[in-house]
């Protein structure tokens, strides 16, 4: 969430005269994230949040997005509900771009990761994927193995301007994850993205999930192995092996995780670390024009990936054996 | 309002459970203006504004700033009223920086300034003066004429970089209003920065005035030329009279001009052209670190002050002879 596209007032009363949330008493422009232009919307009918869909977001994929907080909210996952205008639309444009009004969620995301959140976030995923099985719809995760190596190829040669000889880890990490990469899973909606910016907790509970525009079909265990990438490292570059196993053991209880899963998670994770470290890679070389926040680390990914081909057992994740 | 300073879910429960507007909801970063950290805060007692005054804004001015918006809304003027703890304090600290919780304004800032706009803008400064007259504490105003040069002479060197020979007109503008700037007019609490995004409106109405961390003691007419500058002028850089006439005619009834004020008129939007001019130059040579918003366009208030220097008579401002 950030804000790359403005909205004046007049065109913004327009709009959401549009839907059935009373007259527009603010808009403010949020300078979380970097996808999206958000806004705190606040009407007569409460808090809503307004996304812009910058080009990062593909059109053809919002009907998905849409349908699937829809999908999710009606199946007990606290996530943001689009709300329908009075023509019954959800989808439209303001600015040249889609828009969406969304419910507000109450909570906050957590700054400092204690084992807590981690056992919440785990129950909470579980819960997504069960409630995601009963959802018609797909999409294809395009940031999985088959993309990996496009996005790759546009940031190779200048790979070395983050760190020396990077070009060739990630040559062979990539050939082994294309060569090893697992072809039958449990597969479902997964979140993809569930880093900590898009869980809202109230005191110790998950409070709801926002930020699905990386939500696709893919293997569920994948889903866990981002997870683990993202709340269970600390600053320091290792592994909390609490965090791992308290996160492990609240996605089990409400999802138990077949042989083939649990023994394919290292791999998952090396290739959900090269994920977000090809991301960002790239985006610290093409900084997004007018993004009104900084590009991330791209390094931090590659000290995780490290860690997980290092993994000889799954004690090492927190798991008996 | 941008976001410099980040500030984490716990340090922010533990920050609001000292004021009794109940328990956090939620928290976003707003992406707007230049100076402080800006978060909307909800909370259970509904929607505030919490503000991190970041270095810009000298710590021994807060109690002014403070004191003046409780001032102004115990005196009709609807603008942000500092909400104070449970110990009775306003003021506090956050992160390292001075902290303040203010309620929440509803309106929209008009992108697309309308006459009706400055007449109703005219009309909330006069009420602003008015109210302003009964406040005990001062101000100086340290971007007004003293002030000038001490600023110019950090952009002086390298003035030429956003525009050839600028320095040389800048040399004689200063010159001569540091010789003729009046000495004697009407002063009072003046807000002194009172551009579009600091006005709300509710329909044609002025629904509140935000951002009192410029205001000062000076002459009342000063503030006058600072909305002149700030919304009379179409994108092309000609000043719409119209909207000039229905600004100055909607502060008048307000609040009468003497005629000294009316014949300082065009010196005093020069002053403030000026002014403008040098806090944008130096932003625009020394973009604040960290800072998530682009620097604005210093030559601007070039064409600005060009315009004022050619006034003969002030019915260049739609004013009768």
Redesign the interface.
Known sequence: M??YT?V???E??AFIALYDIG??????????GVENSNF?V?TEGG?FILTLYEKRVARHDLPFFIALMEHLSKNGVACPIPVRGRDGIALRELRGRPAAVVT?????????IQPFHCGALGAALAALHRAGASFGMTRPNDLSVTGWRRLYETCRRRAAEVQPGLADELDAELALLEEEWPRDLPRGVIHADLFPDNV???EREVSGLIDFYFACTDFLAYDLAVCLNAWCFEADGSLNVTKARVLLDGYRRGRPLAADELAALPLLARGSALRFLLTRLFDWLNPPAGA??RPKDPLEFLRKLRFHRGITNLGSYGLDA
Chains 1, 2 share one sequence.
Request: charge should be neutral.
């Open positions: 950030a804000v403005d004046g007032d007049d913004l009363r007259e527009v008493l603010s808009c403010k422009g949020i300078a979380e705190l606040t808090n507000f969620l109450a909570g906050m995301w957590p700054r400092r809202f907790f109230r009104l926040v």
